[in-house]
């Protein structure tokens, strides 16, 4: 379901973003606004999935996983299912793209080290549908991955008449 955003909802996302734990009535005094319209703002992110949750921002490097690699993967088309299934299993996969090109998965993998890398992408090749893969080390991260910059560029375009 697609919804409208506002500025309105823009400065509330930003500010659960700050403080996902911020509770309504100090959300309210910030934004300057009544409690019950935060309540229905969100309720309404919340319903149309424009909001999926609040879940903590875990520094995997602080506990322990220090290497990010992405995993592009060549599969047999006709096994696509069981092999995201496959890695649904594993816990360092972070993430799973369907893509075109040349590679059919793109998979984000966390890993504690070079060597607990290659023993995961040696799993991954022993998923059957699998016929190839190539490794790209994540040197850095300088962008993590956000939603608030494209929701502000959003609110603030002029609106047709």
């Given amino acids: 379901m697609t919804i409208k955003i506002d500025a309105l909802d823009a ?3 930003k500010a659960l973003a700050a403080d996902p734990r911020a509770p309504i009535l100090e ?12 309540q ?19 520094d995997l490097q602080a506990i322990g996983f220090a290497v990010h690699a992405f995993l592009g993967v060549e599969l047999d088309q006709s096994r696509i299912d069981g092999i995201v299934e496959a890695l649904r ?8 793209h ?10 984000r993998i966390a890993a504690q080290s070079q060597q607990d890398l ?16 190539e490794t790209m080390l994540a040197l850095a991260t300088p962008i993590e ?3 608030l910059p494209l929701v502000e560029h959003l609110t603030n375009q002029p609106h047709p008449a």
């Fill in 40 to 58: 229905a703002r969100m309720k309404r992110l919340e319903s149309s999935g424009a909001v999926r949750g609040y879940p903590p921002s875990v």
């Fill in 145 to 147: 991955y956000r939603s």
């Fill in 11 to 13: 400065t509330l996302l």
């Fill in 118 to 133: 290659l023993g995961i992408v040696q799993r991954v090749h022993a998923i059957q549908g699998v016929r190839h893969t």
């Fill in 89 to 96: 299993e594993f816990p360092n996969v972070l993430e799973v």
């Fill in 27 to 38: 959300l309210a005094q910030r934004l300057r606004i009544a409690r019950n319209t935060v």
């Fill in 98 to 107: 369907a893509t075109t090109g040349r590679s059919d998965l793109l998979v």
